[in-house]
C-alpha cells in the first residue's frame, strides 16, 4: 500500500539553526499539509500546498517558516532559525484530490531545538 | 482554540465489548469528520470518516455516528480488540474558500487501552 515518507525520524538541532523536514508524498497525490504535534498537545494545523504554492496558513505560520516542492516529488518543511518551542513532532500528509477529505500522514519526525 | 474536543483522556474496555469514544465541536461550518488512530511514535492513521449529510458510517468493527444538531460525533468499536489499544483523535474539515485543500481541526485525543 502507498504510503507518505518522511526523512529525518529524529532531528536535534541547537538553537537559531535552520532546519529542512522532508516528506515524500504518495505518488498521485496534489495537496499537501504539514502539521505539528508539541508533546502532550493536539495534532496543528501549519500550512497547505498545492500547485506549487500555499493555499492556507495558520498563525503558527510565520515568516520563520517556509514549503516547497522542490524536485516534483520530495515536500519540503524549512524553518530559518529553530526557536526551543519548535521543538515537537512534524507530520506531512497528503490527499490526491480537494474533494477527498481525507488525509494520509505520514509518520513524522521528531524535531528537538536545544 | 477548541473547536474540536474529546472530553476524556483515557478510556479502559474489556476485550470483546464495546468501545465507545466521544467528540464534541463548536463550529458548524464543519461539514467532514474523521478518526485517526495513534500509536505512539508513528503518524495518525486513518480509520473512518463521515460526510455531514450522514448520520452514520459503518466500516467493519468500526461505526462513526454524527449527531449534527448536538454537534456530536461517536466512534463505536466491537467488538474491542488488544490491537486498538491507542490514541485516537476526531478531527473535522470544511470546504475551504481556496482553491487548496482543507485543513483538519484535531480533538486532543483519547488513550484506549483494551484489556484482557
Known amino acids: 500500500e502507498p504510503e507518505v515518507t518522511q526523512t529525518p525520524s529524529h532531528q536535534v538541532t541547537q538553537m537559531g539553526q535552520e532546519v529542512i523536514l522532508r516528506c515524500v508524498p504518495i505518488?498521485?497525490?496534489?495537496?499537501f499539509y504539514w502539521y505539528r504535534q508539541i508533546l502532550g498537545q493536539k495534532v496543528e494545523f501549519l500550512v497547505s500546498f498545492y500547485n506549487n504554492e500555499i493555499s492556507e496558513k495558520s498563525e503558527i505560520f510565520d515568516d520563520q517558516f517556509s514549503v516547497e516542492r522542490p524536485d516534483g516529488s520530495n515536500f519540503t518543511l524549512k524553518i530559518r532559525s529553530t526557536k526551543l518551542e519548535d521543538s515537537a513532532m512534524y507530520f506531512c500528509?497528503?490527499?490526491?484530490?480537494?474533494?477527498?477529505?481525507?488525509?494520509?500522514f505520514g509518520p513524522g519526525t521528531r524535531l528537538l531545538v536545544l | 482554540d477548541q473547536q474540536v474536543k474529546q472530553n476524556s483522556p483515557s478510556l479502559s474496555v474489556q476485550e470483546g465489548r464495546i468501545s465507545i469514544l466521544n467528540c464534541d465541536y463548536t463550529?458548524?461550518?464543519?461539514?467532514?469528520f474523521l478518526w485517526y488512530k495513534k500509536y505512539p511514535a508513528e503518524g495518525p492513521t486513518f480509520l473512518i470518516s463521515i460526510s455531514s449529510i450522514k448520520d452514520k458510517n459503518e466500516d467493519g468493527r468500526f461505526t462513526v455516528f454524527l449527531n449534527k444538531s448536538a454537534k456530536h460525533l461517536s466512534l463505536h468499536i466491537v467488538p474491542s480488540q488488544p490491537g486498538d489499544s491507542a490514541v485516537y483523535f476526531c478531527a473535522a474539515s470544511r470546504k475551504g474558500v481556496t482553491g487548496g485543500g482543507n485543513k483538519l481541526t484535531f480533538g486532543t485525543g483519547t488513550q484506549l487501552k483494551v484489556e484482557l
Open positions: 500528509a497528503t490527499t490526491w484530490d480537494r474533494s477527498s477529505e481525507t488525509q494520509y
Open positions: 505518488s498521485n497525490h496534489l495537496y
Open positions: 463550529n458548524s461550518m464543519f461539514d467532514y
